[in-house]
């Protein structure tokens, strides 16, 4: 089967980490008879330096024609004026709102090899395997009114949170639909003690409820979700929610897994049908640039390569080829190989090459 990847390597470790990610896909071809067509495009900082846009007509043309796209990290203090009219962020919101990308998936699964490269007790880690569906072209990012301005009082800002019945009903369908072919379990994180936007989440989420009565709902506020995140982790199953809650959510979950690191995301345009289904989708390591990391061989490749990994199994229905990656981090893992990022004493550290080489041979054994 032959299939086109759009891939944005972006700024910072982006390109390094994205590098790994396609040698993985290469020998996933080699080894099963697919052909992978790998697209390149400029997005973030290093569109703007050679454009002087966050993303171009161009490349949004390109990743329109492609079967999915792979997404390094945007941004860096080279772009980070607060005055500057074009950010690196703005290609990221302008690559989610135009593809439709409405579902962000964040599988956050802790490794029994790395239960002790975390900050917190092995107790309350170990079992972890839960996801998160995150909402991601509504809510604050997209908002409007969204200004800074000058008063006579001094200067003012806003944002505006805003969303529609459609919206919420889609992404808690993708929810609803997860728990069910997972535990059961669906905790929908909102604020509705303060916010109208979260009093409307909740109540649609109540009312899709009676769709599901094989479904345990649990609603939960955010900043009590946050707690139980780091006290009780292995109490979620699947968990539903706006935008911003779930970029702040998802990165701290990511130390239960010891690194954001070892975190990737799937960003889909449609809900997946059954256990896999073929569906348009961007991916992407959670973290972001790392700026001060970059070229120097230092970034842990495990969340970009298991991005690519979701890739295979959402975009391409190719559930085998899936496994055989998530098999092969896991085998380097056993093995006792570390990034810096998850390094322990007595284990092996190596770079992001070395990394993305021990996972590959793995794979083509």
């Not at 079967?67 to 080279?78: N, Q, R, S, Y």
């Amino acid at each position: 089967m032959q299939f086109d990847i759009a891939v944005l390597p972006g700024d910072g470790v982006g390109p390094e980490v994205t590098a790994e990610a396609t040698k993985v896909l290469e020998t996933v071809g080699q080894k099963y008879g697919h052909s992978f067509h790998f697209h390149y495009g400029l997005v973030g900082g290093a569109a703007i330096d050679k454009y002087g846009l966050a993303l171009t007509t161009e490349t949004l043309g390109m990743c329109r024609k492609c079967d999915a796209v792979l997404l390094g990290a945007v941004g860096g203090p080279k772009w980070d004026d607060p005055r500057a009219k074009v950010r690196p962020e703005d290609g990221l919101l302008a690559l989610r709102k135009k593809l439709g990308l409405f579902a962000n998936l964040r599988p956050v699964k802790v490794f029994p090899q790395l239960i002790n490269s975390t900050t917190l007790k092995p107790e309350v880690v170990r079992g972890v395997d839960l996801i998160v569906v995150r909402e991601l072209t509504g809510g604050l990012y997209f908002g409007k009114p969204k200004k800074n301005w000058q008063t006579a009082k001094g200067r003012r800002a806003v944002d505006t949170m805003a969303y529609s019945e459609m919206e919420i009903k889609r992404i808690l369908k993708v929810g609803f639909e997860l728990a069910r072919r997972r535990h059961k379990k669906l905790t929908s994180v909102d604020k509705a003690n303060v916010l109208e936007t979260s009093r409307l989440w909740r109540q649609i989420a109540t009312e899709m409820s009676h769709d599901y009565p094989d479904i345990a709902l649990e609603h939960m506020l955010v900043d009590a979700c946050a707690m139980r995140l780091v006290q009780r982790p292995v109490d979620f199953d699947v968990l539903v929610t706006e935008n911003t809650f779930g970029d702040i959510l998802t990165d701290e979950a990511s130390m239960l897994a010891g690194s954001m690191g070892m975190l990737p995301s799937a960003s889909l345009s449609e809900i997946p049908q059954g256990e896999t289904s073929k569906v348009f989708g961007m991916y992407e390591p959670i973290h972001g640039s790392a700026p001060k990391r970059a070229g120097q061989n230092l970034a842990n490749p495990i969340a970009t390569i298991l991005s690519a990994s979701m890739m295979l199994r959402y975009s391409f229905d190719l559930v085998t080829e899936a496994e055989a990656v998530e098999k092969a981090v896991t085998t380097v893992l056993e093995e006792s190989y570390r990034t810096y990022d998850i390094m322990e004493e007595g284990k092996i550290q190596v770079g992001t090459r070395e990394m993305g080489e021990l996972i590959t041979k793995r794979i083509g054994k």
